[in-house]
T-cell receptor, first 111, second 113 residues
């Protein structure tokens, strides 16, 4: 079983709408959580990190972490066509450089 | 921004042949990583390195070897390529803890016939 599970597999949101992506981990050793974004034909790029319980906001992007339930989410408000991409959730433990990635959510923003 | 380059960008190999994928980073990061990306599996770690001369097994190391001859370079070697190794391979570099960003290269698309 994959240690980091993402949902949904794919998501279609109208331009200007709110996109919500979810991620649940099964390993309580995970302490650091990341969202990476990959546009078609490119390598993944770090979007934002969250290490403490609660919300973290960066522009149109808000990440939420609940360590007790091992759940992290990403919310994108005022979605733009350029937000169309594959989004990965990733997690890591203390003193580990290794990241464990989820299987990804494909986000499509419809004009 | 961190720069990670990969070569070749595309490769067609025959079953049983040897394949070497190369990665170079110019940011003096200690750690380097090799992942493969397959639909439905996300990114899976094959091998990683803490610095020149070191290689460590990741989550799916079978059928792969790695070499880190210098701080800048990290290679992935398929001694006997199989069709199941057809995939997109990404190299990444980072400072070395879970709090640090990993910077990815553009990927190598490998087809094993």
């Amino acid at each position: 079983q994959q240690k980091v599970q993402q949902s949904p597999e794919s998501l279609s949101v109208p331009e200007g709408g709110m996109a919500s992506l979810n991620c649940t981990s099964s390993d309580r050793n995970f302490q650091y959580f990341w969202w990476y974004r990959q546009h078609s034909g490119e390598g993944p790029k770090a979007l934002m990190s969250i290490f403490s319980d609660g919300d973290k906001k960066e522009g149109r992007f808000t990440a939420h972490l609940n360590k007790a339930s091992l759940h992290v989410s990403l919310h994108i408000r005022d979605s733009q066509p350029s937000d169309s991409a594959l989004y990965f959730c990733a997690a890591s433990g203390y003193n580990q450089g290794k990241l464990i990635f989820g299987q990804g959510t494909k986000l499509s923003i419809k004009p | 921004e961190a720069a990670v380059t990969q070569s070749p960008r595309n490769k067609v190999a025959v079953t049983g042949g040897k394949v070497t994928l190369s990665c170079n980073q110019t940011n003096n990061h200690n750690n380097m990583y090799w992942y493969r990306q397959d639909t439905g599996h996300g990114l899976r770690l094959i091998h990683y390195s803490y610095g020149a001369g070191s290689t460590e097994k990741g989550d799916i190391p079978d059928g792969y070897k790695a070499s880190r001859p210098s701080q800048e370079n990290f290679s992935l070697i398929l001694e006997l390529a199989t069709p199941s190794q057809t995939s997109v391979y990404f190299c990444a570099s980072g400072e070395g803890t879970g709090r640090d960003t990993q910077y990815f290269g553009p990927g190598t698309r490998l087809l094993v016939l």
